[in-house]
Every structure is written in C-alpha cells, then in structure tokens.
C-alpha cells in the first residue's frame, strides 16, 4: 500500500499547480507563464519541504517524495490544460 506521505506530496503539487495556474489566468496572465509559474512554485516548495525534512533529526531526504511531487505537478499541469480548454469550448457553445 502506498504511504499517506506519498500521497500527500502528490495531491499537494497537484492542488498547488491547479490553483496557482487557474489564478493566474484569471488575472489574465497567458497559459505558458502560468504554467510555469505554478510548476517553479510547487516545485520551489517540494525541494524546500525535503531539505527542512533532510535537517531534523531523525529525518533523511526521501527521493520518492520528489519523485511523487513531480507526479503530482505533471498531473496538476494536466488537469489545468484539461479545465482550460473544456471552459474555452464551453464558452464557444454560448
């Protein structure tokens, strides 16, 4: 069975990337420099949760959180492309 840890990481980024690109798009930034802004921004804070982990005692950088906050990032650029595009064809039925 995965590890709640392991999906904690994942729906995190993927919640981070989802939220951070539809807001900016809905302050009118283009789809590219959202994408990208919410991709450096959960992974900014997925390397800055491994190090803090990496520093406490008892605790080690685990490289299969980063694998799983990769996961949930490309997910969560997946699921904004999809949103996006559903609401632009959606619009267009109007």
Avoid: Q
């Avoid at 406490?56 to 699921?79: F, P, R």
Wanted: charged share 15%; aromatic share 12%; glycine share 8%.
């Amino acid at each position: 069975m995965l590890a709640e840890d392991k999906v904690k990481h994942f729906f995190v980024n993927a919640v981070v990337v989802i939220s951070v690109t539809l807001m900016l798009l809905g302050l009118g930034f283009e789809p590219i420099p959202a994408y990208t802004a919410s991709v450096f921004l959960a992974a900014g804070l997925s390397i800055g949760k491994e190090y803090g982990d990496s520093r406490a005692v008892g605790n080690k950088w685990d490289w299969w959180d980063i694998c799983y906050d990769i996961l949930g990032i490309i997910i969560g650029i997946c699921s904004s492309i999809s949103t996006l595009y559903l609401s632009k064809y959606l619009i267009s039925l109007l």
